[in-house]
């Protein structure tokens, strides 16, 4: 589906891609997606496919589960990108990243309400940032190397359900 007239990228209403659990190997290449404005939910769980992550590859992604694969970098997230405004769901676990937290999560979007990045090698300091995510339910940052002290989710209080470090 890469690179052919007929291929992924040129399927611009595209909603939803479920990839889930189909040994899919290898890397992404992203510039297959970045035509799909309308790509809301991306779910490429439960494969072997490594390299990097994108979490906001397209502008109105709402839901991306990257968890249980051989990733091992995460691309930032951007303040500059759409997707930053719209993303919701966000599931990381069960990788290789081996990115710095505070470098990682500095410019997490501020709707998010679930970050799932567990079972890593994250390692750092976590971000101030997080003090600001009004809609936070769940995090999870359990099982990696993280260090220093833990940010007091201020503005996560009243909706702050799961946290997990």
């Avoid at 750092?124 to 995090?139: A, C, D, H, T």
């Amino acid at each position: 589906w890469l690179g052919t007239k007929y291929g992924l990228s040129n399927l611009y209403n595209l909603e939803t891609l479920d990839l889930a659990e189909n040994k899919l190997t290898g890397k992404i290449d992203y510039r297959t997606l970045y035509n799909l404005k309308s790509l809301s939910h991306f779910d490429v769980s439960v494969n072997q496919l490594s390299g990097g992550m994108d979490a906001l590859v397209t502008p109105s992604l709402t839901y991306v589960d990257f968890s249980k694969n051989n990733f091992t970098s995460m691309r930032r997230f951007g303040k500059v990108k759409q997707s930053s405004q719209t993303l919701r769901f966000c599931d990381l676990s069960m990788n290789a990243i081996q990115n710095d937290a505070t470098d990682l999560l500095e410019n997490i979007p501020p709707n998010i309400e679930r970050f799932f990045a567990s079972n890593n090698r994250i390692d750092g300091s976590l971000p101030e940032s997080l003090n600001y995510l009004p809609k936070l339910g769940q995090f999870d940052m359990s099982s990696n190397a993280l260090s220093g002290s833990l940010p007091g989710f201020a503005d996560s209080i009243l909706s702050l359900q799961e946290l997990d470090f």
